[in-house]
């Protein structure tokens, strides 16, 4: 990606020199998800383009030089299905990663896909190889989970994962969830497996919701169809006049923001995941909307090593019972990437993926 608003090329790279404890990955699947388009749109600051995207990332680990272990020290070999985690440096020196313990917003966060230059090297997933650098956390995709369903969850399960610690739910509780892509439906599939007494999705298209329900929504609201008015009453009729439990942004829109402050019953919690970009201001009445409902609001940001395993510990239990392969909805090899992106702009699929080896 050589700069914003401008097509994706397709460059040739030297295989780098592996130092010890480094490896190279031969790249299974990489996706392309919504901080992708916002790469493309030129939304995100400080990305030293030009960059390889592709932060999320699986495959087979192709050479390996030294020893290598994952983050319980077994031994990773040549041949190994492996996923990576995406944030490869934090300083482990500052106030987020000590005292304040938001490694997060760590200012030396470094993430494949996203804050490396391509002179730098291969990080990037949207590559047929890419460089695993010495220490990096790596873990070995669990027997019967396939590379469709690591990357089909992708970075959204590891987003979910974070948003279901932040929302601290309670068994039983009434979950709606805001947003029916990637990081919704994982958030419902999560919400429903945590002991949610019903999961409520909203969003759109109808496609979307359907696979939602899938994934474990007890019911959908189309926002195409009903008024916000009457997604209201639809949730204070599920709940006996009391609102969600909990209530989960993850459709980056600043109205949705609004919408779900009204959802949110009185001393609920209200998770805002979705707004990685900044999509304008809402208007908010701190009384009416907060102080007097008594609502608490967590903001979820990124994810971390603990998020990563944790998801892999999803995928292994559950790859049978929850879709995620479904998710990943099409499939485009370099020479389409710009198709991808404009699909995935466009919001037509859930997901679009990225098989660096296809010719299509």
Request: proline share 5%; with cysteine; hydrophobic share 40%.
């Amino acid at each position: 990606m050589p700069a914003p608003h401008v097509p994706v090329e397709i460059r040739e790279f030297i295989e780098p020199e592996l130092p010890p404890g480094g490896a190279l990955l031969r790249t299974a699947l990489s996706e392309v998800c919504g901080t992708d388009v916002h790469l493309w749109h030129g939304r995100l600051s400080g990305v030293p383009y030009p960059i390889i995207p592709g932060h999320v990332s699986t495959g087979t680990l192709e050479a390996v030089r030294g020893t290598l272990t994952d983050a319980e020290g077994r031994h990773l070999h040549e041949g190994d299905r492996v996923a990576f985690f995406d944030v490869h440096r934090t300083c482990g020196r500052c106030l987020a990663c000590t005292a304040h313990r938001t490694p997060t917003r760590c200012p030396s966060r470094r993430v494949y896909g996203i804050t490396d230059s391509a002179a730098d090297g291969l990080f990037g997933g949207w590559a047929q190889k890419v460089y695993l650098e010495p220490g990096v956390v790596i873990a070995r995709l669990p027997d019967g989970v396939s590379f469709e369903s690591y990357i089909g969850g992708g970075c959204g399960l590891l987003t979910a994962v974070h948003i279901i610690e932040r929302a601290r739910l309670t068994l039983g509780d009434t979950v709606v969830v805001q947003g029916a892509g990637a990081v919704g439906m994982s958030a419902a599939a999560l919400a429903r497996k945590s002991g949610a007494g019903q999961v409520v999705v909203v969003g759109a298209p109808q496609s979307r919701l359907d696979l939602a329900k899938q994934m474990g929504a007890d019911v959908v609201m189309n926002i195409d169809a009903t008024p916000p008015a009457e997604r209201l009453a639809r949730v204070l009729d599920l709940t006996g006049g009391i609102g969600a439990d909990v209530v989960i942004e993850a459709a980056g829109s600043a109205r949705a923001f609004e919408e779900g402050l009204a959802l949110a019953r009185n001393g609920g919690a209200y998770v805002i995941a979705g707004h990685y970009t900044n999509v304008g201001d809402s208007t908010v009445n701190a009384h009416e909307h907060i102080n007097r409902k008594h609502l608490d609001i967590r903001g979820c940001w990124g994810s971390e090593v603990g998020h990563f395993l944790r998801a892999i510990e999803v995928l292994a239990r559950y790859h049978d019972e929850i879709p995620w392969h479904l998710i990943g909805a099409r499939t485009f090899g370099l020479g389409q990437i710009n198709d991808a992106l404009s699909i995935a702009a466009s919001m037509a699929v859930p997901k679009a993926l990225v098989d660096p080896w296809s010719d299509a």
